[in-house]
């Protein structure tokens, strides 16, 4: 079993409707991170939560909002979604044990499709 | 503002070459990531630089880092198709405060036979 999980792995709606994604996680991480992926881009974080008490905007938070509704579950939401949200969507979590030496560990990702 | 930058942006070489894929960023940091994204699937870490100096070898890959030049070098020797993938620096944001990683926008190798 993954120990990031994304659901769902694809989605498609139209513009305007609000979209959950979700992500839970079985490594026992602290740190939890959303992050969205554009062809020739790179990843660019959107938001990110040290602990269920604190969430933190990171680099494109605008149009976007966070739920840390357990250690384990980070959910991201687009109240309202428009087309150029269309991307694919990474939850990664890192650990609390001196998190910086190591690598942050990436869900499979949710491809989101906005028409 | 961090800002990272990878170089080149893609990459065709044959089996048996070597190259080196270059990751410069523009404030200071002592933590660097490499990580490897297969075509539709996740990120996989390959290697973590936590200080100036640092080299790690896997296998036909060799990654160092130099926090003074505010540099990092990706190394592939003798490539190989199967190595054929997008790569990823990431640099830890925590030093100005924030956390998480800023990304460059990946390297993507093709390696013909």
């Known amino acids: 079993d993954a120990d990031v999980t994304q659901t769902p792995r694809n989605r498609i709606t139209k513009t305007g409707k609000r979209i959950m994604l979700e992500c839970s996680q079985t490594?026992?991480?602290?740190?939890m991170y959303w992050y969205r992926q554009d062809p020739g881009l790179g990843l660019r974080l959107i938001y990110y939560?040290?602990?269920?008490?604190?969430?933190n905007k990171g680099e494109i938070s605008d149009g976007y909002s966070v739920s840390r509704q357990a250690q384990a579950k980070f959910s991201l939401s687009l109240e309202s979604a428009i087309p150029n949200q269309t991307a694919l969507y990474f939850c990664a979590t890192s650990g609390n044990q001196g998190p910086r030496n190591q690598p942050q560990h990436f869900g499979d990702g949710t491809r989101l499709s906005i028409l | 503002e961090l800002k990272v930058e990878q170089n080149p942006l893609f990459l065709s070489m044959q089996e048996g070459k070597n190259y080196t894929i270059y990751c410069n960023y523009s404030t200071t940091s002592d933590r660097l990531y490499w990580y490897r994204q297969d075509p539709g699937k996740s990120l996989e870490s390959l290697f973590v630089?936590?200080?100036?100096?640092a080299v790690k070898q896997e296998g036909r890959l060799m990654a160092s880092l130099d926090t003074k030049a505010r540099l990092s070098t990706l190394h592939i020797t003798a490539a190989v198709h199967d190595l054929s993938a997008t790569y990823f620096c990431a640099v830890d944001r925590s030093w100005g405060g924030a956390d998480g990683l800023t990304f460059g926008k990946g390297t993507h190798l093709i390696i013909q036979p």
């Open positions: 490594k026992g991480h602290d740190r």
């Open positions: 630089l936590l200080s100036n100096g």
């Open positions: 939560s040290f602990d269920v008490k604190d969430i």
